[in-house]
């Protein structure tokens, strides 16, 4: 199965990156961090199956609004502050991440004296968690999932005419690219799930990015010919191979159904033009 091999890769990107002079101080388990502000996050099955593993303890940390993971030992960090109000709009996520990443490196001071010294670090750098991580385990294998960069252009921000950004979105997005670039400097490796988020980064940092798919877990995931989508207000359903309702004239042009009717539309009129 996808996920399966997908999982062994991420063991593999793991040892791969846990290797130093020495070995582990811990003997012949090897110690894993997995950090994520809503953890378990894209870890859930790899937590699961690395704790079966005899070589390997292993524990999460996350945020306290995060679900966590039954069974699973992983431990909560809480921030001490929100973002002031008073801070420049450019820089309020830039100032959230800092306080995840203080917060975390509370944490993991806290696991560090209780005697928990990990050997890898795998963690979603996204909201800042890793800033400070070298400072309290230097020794350790830093590896990042790295699932986006942020571009002004052609991505996930400003592709809608009906919606196009003005300069202080185009600047607080490009700012906020700062932290991601303090990732990729600060990681000993990094994973992105495909190649097209791979793509996003700047050319200078994507040989040190290793694609790793996310796997798909087949036995939950696939077709199923009964399935049905109702749409209330349209009081309508839909099962497979069916078409999707045309949009009405008191759809609001940001809304998911004109949106899906809009590139419908296109994809029809590109058809009669080849």
């Not at 929100?82 to 509370?106: D, I, N, S």
């Not at 690219?177 to 000993?188: G, I, S, T, V």
Request: charged residues 25%.
């Amino acid at each position: 199965m996808e996920q399966g091999r997908s999982m062994r890769a991420i063991e593999h990107a793991l040892s791969n990156a846990a290797r130093r002079d020495g070995g582990s101080s811990h003997g012949s388990r090897r110690r894993i961090l997995l950090i994520h502000q809503n953890f378990p996050g894209q870890f859930r099955h790899l937590a699961r199956h690395l704790a079966t593993r005899p070589d390997v303890e292993v524990i999460g940390l996350g945020r306290d609004t995060a679900p966590g993971l039954d069974g699973f030992p992983w431990f909560k960090y809480r921030l001490h502050r929100t973002v002031k109000a008073e801070t420049h709009p450019y820089l309020r996520q830039m100032e959230a991440a800092v306080l995840h990443g203080q917060a975390v490196a509370r944490a993991m001071a806290a696991l560090k004296r209780k005697g928990f010294v990990p050997d890898v670090i795998l963690a979603h750098p996204g909201w800042g968690e890793t800033l400070y991580a070298k400072e309290i385990f230097p020794a350790a294998r830093l590896i990042h999932f790295c699932e986006w960069y942020y571009s002004t252009t052609g991505a996930d921000f400003g592709f809608d005419p009906e919606f196009p950004p003005d300069l202080d979105d185009r600047l607080r997005i490009t700012t906020w690219n700062a932290l991601h670039l303090l990732n990729l400097q600060h990681c000993d490796a990094a994973i992105a799930p495909t190649r097209w988020q791979k793509s996003r980064f700047p050319a200078e940092y994507q040989p040190r990015i290793q694609v790793i798919h996310e796997g798909i877990d087949t036995e939950n995931l696939g077709p199923d010919p009964d399935a049905t989508l109702v749409l209330s207000r349209r009081h309508s359903d839909l099962r497979q191979a069916q078409s999707l309702p045309r949009a009405r004239s008191g759809d609001r042009p940001g809304s998911a159904q004109a949106g899906i009717q809009r590139l419908l539309s296109l994809k029809e009129t590109k058809a009669e033009r080849t």
